[in-house]
T-cell receptor, first 112, second 114 residues
């Protein structure tokens, strides 16, 4: 099935550093969602984006809907140990489908 | 947090036995989904529902069936469980309107088929 290309696949960072990750697609999307998943739990929605060029923040997290509508970016500023987890992007195409397509995930590890 | 519960949360079953997983929502959302999550594959859609008694297949629907007799409940059935169906299963809901749409996930069910 179709998946989004998400990068990086994993990253180790020092506490206090900023983090960037992105998702790209061959299809145009009208919705981008970013999730965080902790071990043994379901994905939790962090940020939702609905318009090309939109920039939305949630605390230390900032996400952007790419102007081409084929990509999205998530930034985490001043990382802390509890940011550890897997971050997923998800998108919904403009074809009127009810389905969401998911990225492969970025595993983030923060070193105190 | 969205009001989504899944039951059971953990289950171990034997090959060839039927298994039913339940998803219950209190949000009155129209759309419900079942995904499986496996290492190296991410989240893959099994089936989804766009209303009571309205369901459709996802990308990995073979060996699974679903039913939705009430807005709040979406059942996933493995008619005859196989070891390849060992996975973590997530239910999700959304209320897709003409514009904005968000999808929320349940806590998951870890299924082991021995």
């Amino acid at each position: 099935g179709q998946q989004l290309n998400q990068s990086p696949q994993s990253m180790f960072i020092q506490e206090g550093e900023d983090v960037s990750m992105n998702c790209t697609s061959s299809s145009i999307f009208n919705t981008w969602l970013w999730y965080k998943q902790d071990p043994g739990e379901g994905p939790v929605l962090l940020i939702a984006l609905y318009k090309a060029g939109e920039l939305t923040s949630n605390g230390r997290l900032t996400a952007q809907f790419g102007i081409t509508r084929k990509d999205s970016f998530l930034n985490i500023s001043a990382s802390i140990p509890s940011d550890v987890g897997i971050y997923f992007c998800a998108g919904r195409t403009t074809s009127g489908t009810y389905k969401y397509i998911f990225g492969t995930g970025t595993r983030l590890k923060v070193l105190a | 947090d969205a009001g989504i519960t899944q039951s059971p949360r953990h289950k171990v079953t034997e090959t060839g036995t039927p298994v039913t997983l339940r998803c219950h929502q209190t949000e009155n959302h129209r759309y419900m989904y079942w995904y499986r999550q496996d290492p190296g594959h991410g989240l893959r859609l099994i089936h989804y529902s766009y209303g009571v008694k309205d369901t459709d297949k996802g990308e990995v629907s073979d060996g699974y069936s679903v039913s939705r007799s009430k807005t709040e409940d979406f059942l996933l059935t493995l008619e005859s469980a196989t070891s390849s169906q060992t996975s973590v299963y997530f239910c999700a809901i959304s209320e897709i309107l003409a514009g904005p749409s968000e999808q929320y996930f349940g806590p998951g069910t870890r299924l082991t088929v021995t």
